[in-house]
């Protein structure tokens, strides 16, 4: 329960909040786990979204790239019809408050919480060398969406149980300080939680097999052509479910023609090659017009520039009444304009 003097908790407003790491070009499973369902939410409530730099640093060491990156995923959420006199797009590291409110997260959170997420256990097992910042992602995303009050997190799967261990941060401080931070909800649809690549395995910018967003129609049909299938013969009936084509395809059309190549698949004489060129066909026709915009955003990076730089004076308001607030309950100084 929230207590008597914190009552801007209680009557918490509906916020959505997202954010995609500017490590790579933004690519399908992108747009349909997170961009497509934080714009649907967008039209129903403020939403907060976010180009996640700072978490970039993990891997990225090329100043000149991650600038570039940054500029895709920008142009890549406007591409798609985000508004920005409506909806807040900002980079993360305009607002550096969120670092304060990691460090201060941190000292809330027990080690035996961050050892068991899996991006880190799965970095371990690998064999690869981890640095500190993949072992404190978790805490620093926990900031992202505790900064801004967010109440829903439209995310991919993988991210689920980063937002569940940002709740129980929030738990965590509000139960040392009292009710501070509002604890958000993921929102995972159930359709697109795991998009697969063109090698059937979850598509991601680290596993090489994305299918971009904004490529030329004829790359785009290669990259089709080289989904993985298995070797089910022509004449005879297939799975739809177990693939990858099938799994995209519907993402892009209605049910109705959705239910169509599924009973494709299971009658027989129907091959992968014929799913594959229905696939380009439909996902083509999707991304002409962003494709479009995409490309003139691009070439007049100026006009990001002063989106980004309008998002952040909005975001930074936001921030600097939460830090505020948390500075204040743990006992730190509260106004440091007088320093
Ligand atoms: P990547 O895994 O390629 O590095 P990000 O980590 O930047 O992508 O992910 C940004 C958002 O897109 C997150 O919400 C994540 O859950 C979602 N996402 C990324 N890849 C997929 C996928 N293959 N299926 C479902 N969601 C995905
Ligand atoms: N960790 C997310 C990813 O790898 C990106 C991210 C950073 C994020 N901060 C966030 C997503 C806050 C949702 C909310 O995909």
Known sequence: MSSPTKPGIECKSALS??????????????????????????????????????????????????????MEVAATWLAFGLDPRRTTLFVQSDVPEVCELSWILGCVTGLGLLNRAH??????????????????????????????????????????????????MALAFNHHFGETLVVPEPLIRDDVATIPGTDGRKMSKSHGNVIPLFESSGKLRKR????????????????????????????????????????????????????????????????????????????????????????AMRARKVARETIFRVREVTGLKKDLTSC
């Open 17 to 70: 909040l997202t954010g995609i790491k500017p490590s790579g070009t933004p690519h399908v499973g992108n747009y349909l786990a997170a961009i497509q369902p934080a714009l649907a939410l967008a039209s129903q409530m403020p939403g907060f979204y976010f180009i996640a730099d700072y978490h970039a640093l993990t891997t990225i060491r090329d100043a000149r790239l991650l600038h570039r990156m940054k």
């Open 119 to 168: 991006a880190y256990k799965d970095a371990i097992s690998r064999g690869r060398e981890v640095n500190a910042g993949t072992f404190f992602y978790p805490v620093l995303m926990a900031a992202d969406i505790l900064l801004y009050g967010a109440t829903l997190v439209p995310v991919g799967r993988d991210q689920k149980q980063h937002v569940e261990m940002t709740r129980d």
């Open 224 to 311: 089709i052509m080289r989904i993985v299938t298995d070797s089910t013969p022509m004449e005879q009936p297939k799975d739809p479910h177990s693939c990858a084509v099938f799994n995209l395809y519907r993402n892009f059309t209605s049910e109705e023609q959705a239910g169509e190549m599924e009973a494709r698949y299971k009658a027989g004489g129907f091959g992968y090659g014929h799913a594959k060129q229905e696939l380009f066909r439909v996902m083509d026709m999707f991304l002409a017009g962003p494709r479009e915009r995409y490309r003139e955003l691009m070439a007049t990076p100026q006009v990001l520039e002063d989106i980004l730089a309008e998002g």
